[in-house]
């Protein structure tokens, strides 16, 4: 079985690149794809660039050309719930598109036409999997679940991050997971979105991205690896 593993940014992949025995690497659609494995797990793991199309199109690739059994989305995002702290980790429940708007139409904000979900559901087995792995992360790290809200935008404004908390209820907010969750949807795949909280997407965001998501990192890439060691 071949775990596909997605980050957004070289530096949400490289911690995981790092651990790869009998690396081999295959690039595709601009992307580089690795392959190998992690704690004698058979991996293929892709940096997929920032946004929902790049993450669709990695994900993609991952099941047709990979074959990947199952995708897992690492990364870091915004914190939206009050309970979700700067370090805090949060494990999709399901995925849901921001930004998908046909309100015009007469739709809630986020629903896609004709489709059966606009809410995405992750892998309960690989739910309940990663919250069991919660003791590898450092004090005071609280592991939370619930629902990923992505969108084509970086969240930095508390009246855009509270109108996500109303609207949608998300715990946080990134640009990627629900394209990865549509994606394994629609290929009928079990996924999971695994994200470390780097900022507060309020106005202290661009403040607190960069000072916070080295930690965020470490913080999220723990949880992973004692992941992959259980399944």
Do not use: W
């Amino acid at each position: 079985m071949t775990i596909g593993i997605i980050g957004a940014m070289e530096e949400e992949v490289e911690g995981l690149a790092e651990k790869l025995e009998g690396r081999q690497e295959e690039v595709c659609a601009g992307m580089r794809f690795l392959t190998g494995r992690i704690a004698g797990k058979e991996v293929a793991l892709v940096c997929s660039g920032i946004g929902k199309v790049n993450a669709a199109v990695a994900a993609s690739i991952l099941i047709e050309r990979f074959h990947a059994a199952c995708i897992l989305n690492t990364g870091i995002a915004g914190g939206i719930a009050p309970e979700v702290k700067l370090g805090d980790i949060v494990l999709s429940t399901d995925c849901l598109e921001h930004d998908f708007d046909v309100t015009a139409f007469g739709y809630e904000k986020g629903v896609i036409p004709r489709m059966k979900t606009s809410a995405f559901p992750a892998d309960q087995k690989l739910l309940e999997l990663a919250k069991s792995c919660e003791e590898e992360l450092s004090a005071g790290v609280t592991v939370h679940t619930g629902r990923v809200v992505s969108g084509d935008l970086f969240v930095a404004s508390r009246e855009k991050k509270e109108e996500l908390y109303r609207d949608f209820h998300g715990s946080c907010c990134e640009m990627e997971g629900a394209a990865i969750a549509h994606t394994a949807y629609l290929y009928g795949l079990p996924y999971l979105v695994i994200r470390a909280i780097s900022d507060q997407a309020d106005m202290k965001a661009v403040e607190n991205y960069p000072a916070f998501t080295e930690q965020a990192i470490r913080n999220f890439l723990a949880l992973t690896l004692r992941m992959l060691e259980a399944l």
